[in-house]
């Protein structure tokens, strides 16, 4: 299912380390917004990219302003406070007929692979529905398109022995040994799919008559 542009929900692009306070800007924030550009007032406030580190932050920061996308790092696995917030939030959305979407970015690395799954279970345990948690980068697929350098997983990882039976190698990749326009690309291309455009247009029109009239002649 899309993500429709149009669904009379407000978003704020967060650069943050708090999925909360990413998916959940009070309405007075949206007019502080510091987005120079028109910003739809019905954006895609059900759909959020999650990355693994602050590092990336910079390189989705972009296409995720550009489209009101909210985003933050995990820095690793959430915390049980925030994944319950978040959960709890997300089933608020449920309730109101939206369907969250979490595009999730993380190392290819038995606890980066793992963090895709420990997100999608413990969101839909507090949110007591099924969250679409999407693997976005890095994914196998991408490690043999682009060649990343490789390193050796670690053996104490107590994910080790799966991530080598289900991957048949004991080497990982790390996300940002990507070419940041490849992740960028990789985000737009998910965003863009997930966008309703002739509902996000429609609401820019909107947006732009209304500012009209505030303004006057």
């Not at 790092?73 to 959305?93: D, P, T, V």
């Not at 679409?132 to 991408?142: G, I």
Request: overall charge negative.
């Amino acid at each position: 299912m899309k993500s429709p542009a149009a669904r009379g929900r407000q978003g704020k692009v967060t650069n943050s380390n708090n999925p909360n306070t990413a998916a959940t800007p009070p309405r007075q924030q949206f007019a502080a917004s510091p987005i120079k550009a028109p910003i739809p007032a019905e954006a895609p406030k059900d759909l959020q990219v999650w990355i693994e580190k602050d590092a990336l932050l910079g390189v989705i920061e972009g296409i995720c302003t550009e489209w009101r996308v909210p985003h933050f790092a995990c820095r690793g696995n959430n915390s049980e406070s925030l994944q319950y917030q978040a959960g709890k939030r997300f089933e608020e959305y449920l309730d109101e007929g939206l369907t969250p979407i979490i595009l999730h970015l993380g190392d290819h690395d038995p606890n980066g692979i793992d963090m895709t799954r420990d997100n999608r279970d413990r969101l839909a345990m507090f949110a007591r529905q099924s969250i679409e948690v999407r693997r976005l980068a890095l994914n196998m697929d991408q490690v043999e398109r682009y060649g990343p350098p490789p390193n050796f997983a670690k053996e104490t990882d107590t994910r080790y022995a799966a991530y080598v039976e289900q991957f048949g190698t004991t080497e990982c990749w790390e996300l940002d040994a990507l070419a940041p326009t490849v992740i960028a690309e990789l985000v737009r291309a998910e965003v863009e799919a997930l966008i309703d455009r002739n509902a996000w247009d429609a609401a820019k029109a909107e947006e732009r008559r209304n500012r009209s009239l505030r303004l006057g002649p």
